[in-house]
């Protein structure tokens, strides 16, 4: 009770950074070739869909170039300028026609790419699958952050994770010290750490942690990472056993965390962890939130979204609700938060193919969809979507 006094006069604290706008997201697609371009007007709650951008390839993930162009109008309806369009589609060598292929020899789809936030604006992209051991750092072009073309000469380094069945899923950077980043290795249970040499962007192993295994012998699966501002706490979502560990790091020793007791089930109780997997956790806007959300594998069965209130430091306040979401989520329910509003952030799923906008309610104590965009593609759409403004 005390404890939900606490986040309420959390909440209540909180004020909304901006006033009415219309906001732009860009939207990928698994299997059809093709990057959406919506708006979401955050006083009227429409959400619309602008363009249809053909592409190679379909996109397992999209990230945004930190070298977007900040000039994405705001309070009107145009679209986001065609120079905006600098996202960073890591192609999967079997489906491309122009590929930027990613180095190494392994054998493995590219599923996960990640861009530098400081210069030089190197691009990361992570392979599954089969064997996926290989990491790929690749060059940008220091005006445009375009990757380089040409077989090969792109790319500044190619790198190895190398525990038995390493296959990285995300990636984050170290929100509190620049040139660390954490990599997520599903397929190894473990979270690495890496140093970023500043001058080529490549990068320097660190350290690893190996998650233990549960009483029953099963693995987290860690599938995507989150780190707060702070720079002391990590949480990463745990694709195999459904739910959120938080990792510590010492305040005099960013660089390499270890783990806390701390976990929060991304189930309800009765479910069956192995009738779902984890997908996502990502701080909200200011970091004083963050949303997790996990799917179903019978996409006859829902998937959740879940919220958490988080302390000034960045340990869990509590989390606040466990919420079923309209479909399994195939092979997404990816949510992103916003980068405007705590309490705003979207949603895809591939089952019926959509976008949605939910919405945390005043009380914190659940949230509700705000917006629903059909875009359906036959299956592709929708993969992840990132906010462009
Ligand atoms: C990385 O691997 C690719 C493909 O195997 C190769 O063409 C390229 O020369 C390598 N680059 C470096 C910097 O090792
Ligand atoms: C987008 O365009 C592609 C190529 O023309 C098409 O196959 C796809 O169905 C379109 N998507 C939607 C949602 O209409
Ligand atoms: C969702 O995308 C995955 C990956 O391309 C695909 O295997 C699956 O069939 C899609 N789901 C639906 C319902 O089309």
Redesign the pocket.
Known sequence: MALMRMLLSLIALWTPAVTAAIHFLLVGT??SNSIYTLSFDDETNQLTGLANTSTPVGSSWLTLSTRKPCTAPRGTSSPPPSSAMRWRTLASPSRTKRPFWRGGDCTGSAIFVLAAVDPPYTVYGNLYYRDARCGTVFSTDSDTGALVDGGGSGIVQNYTYDLPGSAVHGMTWSAAVANVVYSADTGGNAIWTHSRDKDTGALIPVDKLVLPTDERGGHCGPRHIAAHRQGLYLYVVCEASSKIIQLCLDSDEFQTPHTTDNEWPLLRSGDDEADFWADEVLMSASGDFMWASNRAHD?SRQGYVSMFALWPDGDVVAQMFLQETTTSG??ANAIAPSPFDDRIAALTE??TGSVEIWRMADDGQSASVVAHLDIRDG?GCCANVVWYS
Do not use: T
Request: glycine share 24%; hydrophobic share 40%.
């Open positions: 698994f299997s996409s195939g092979f591939n089952v299956g």
